[in-house]
C-alpha cells in the first residue's frame, strides 16, 4: 500500500526555519518525481517545489531562492527545507507523487498525496 | 504562466447531474487531470488524462476536454460527492504543474 507521512511542521516566526518531511512507502521516491504542493487557509491547491528523477529541481517563483527540495534515497523520504519564512507562507503543505502512464506522456498528475502537515508563522 | 479558471460554485440536487469547468487557453491540446478535495482531507484524484479513471474511482465520474473548456461530469449526485473540485494541466513551456482555480460542489 503507497502512503506518504509528512512531518515537521508547527508554528514559527517570520525569517525562521522549517524542514518539513516526507516518509514513502510503497514505493521508492528515488525513482519517481515528488513535489510539495501548498494550500494557504481558505485558498486552492498551489505548486511549490517538485524533484525529478535525475535530481533536477523546480520551484515556483514565491519560494525560489528560500525553500530547497531533496530526498534521502536510504530513508525514502522527501523534504522541504524552508528558509526565510514569511506570513505569506502558511499553509497547509501536501507532498505528493506525480506520475504519468507512459514516457511518451509529457502531462504528470497527482495520484498519491499525504494528509498535509500545517505550517503557521507568525510571531 | 498559464491560468486555469473554474467557477467558484457549483449547486446541484441529489441525483442530478454537476458539471465543473475549467477554462484555460487552448486547453484541449492539453492533458486534464481532476481532483476532489473533502474538508481536511488531501486531495484525491478522480480523473486523469481527461476521461480516464483511476480505480475505485465510480463510474459516475466522467470528463471531456475540448477548445477552451474542460469538463468534469458527476452523474446521479451523491451527498458525499459535496467538495472542492481541482483541474490541472502541465505547463509544457515552464515545466510544472498549473492547478484551476477550484469550484466548491454544494449538494443542496
Known amino acids: 500500500e503507497v502512503q506518504l507521512v509528512e512531518s515537521g511542521g508547527g508554528l514559527i516566526q517570520p525569517g525562521g526555519s522549517l524542514r518539513l518531511s516526507c516518509a514513502a512507502s510503497?514505493?521508492?521516491?528515488?525513482?519517481?518525481?515528488m513535489a510539495w504542493v501548498r494550500q494557504a487557509p481558505g485558498k486552492g491547491l498551489e505548486w511549490v517545489s517538485f524533484?525529478?528523477?535525475?535530481?533536477?529541481?523546480y520551484y515556483a517563483d514565491s519560494v525560489k531562492g528560500r525553500f530547497t527540495i531533496s530526498r534521502d534515497n536510504s530513508k525514502n523520504t522527501l523534504y522541504l527545507q524552508m528558509d526565510s519564512l514569511r506570513a505569506e507562507d502558511t499553509a497547509v503543505y501536501f507532498c505528493?507523487?506525480?506520475?504519468?502512464?507512459?514516457?511518451?506522456?509529457?502531462?504528470?498528475?497527482?495520484?498519491?498525496w499525504g494528509q498535509g502537515i500545517p505550517v503557521t508563522v507568525s510571531s | 504562466s498559464y491560468v486555469l479558471t473554474q467557477p467558484p460554485s457549483v449547486s446541484v440536487a441529489p441525483g442530478k447531474t454537476a458539471t465543473i469547468t475549467c477554462g484555460g487557453d487552448n486547453i484541449g491540446s492539453k492533458s486534464v487531470h481532476w481532483c476532489q478535495q473533502k474538508p481536511g482531507q488531501a486531495p484525491v484524484l478522480v480523473i486523469y488524462y481527461d476521461s480516464d479513471r483511476p480505480s475505485g474511482i465510480p463510474e459516475r465520474f466522467s470528463g471531456s476536454n475540448s477548445g477552451n473548456t474542460a469538463t468534469l461530469i458527476i452523474n446521479r449526485v451523491e451527498a458525499g460527492d459535496e467538495a472542492d473540485y481541482y483541474c490541472?494541466?502541465?505547463?509544457?513551456?515552464?515545466?510544472?504543474?498549473?492547478f484551476g482555480t477550484g469550484t466548491k460542489l454544494t449538494v443542496l
Open positions: 490541472q494541466v502541465w505547463d509544457y513551456n515552464n515545466d510544472h504543474p498549473v
Open positions: 524533484i525529478y528523477a535525475g535530481l533536477t529541481t
Open positions: 510503497g514505493f521508492t521516491v528515488y525513482n519517481n518525481y
Open positions: 505528493a507523487r506525480a506520475h504519468r502512464r507512459s514516457q511518451w506522456e509529457r502531462s504528470y498528475y497527482f495520484d498519491y
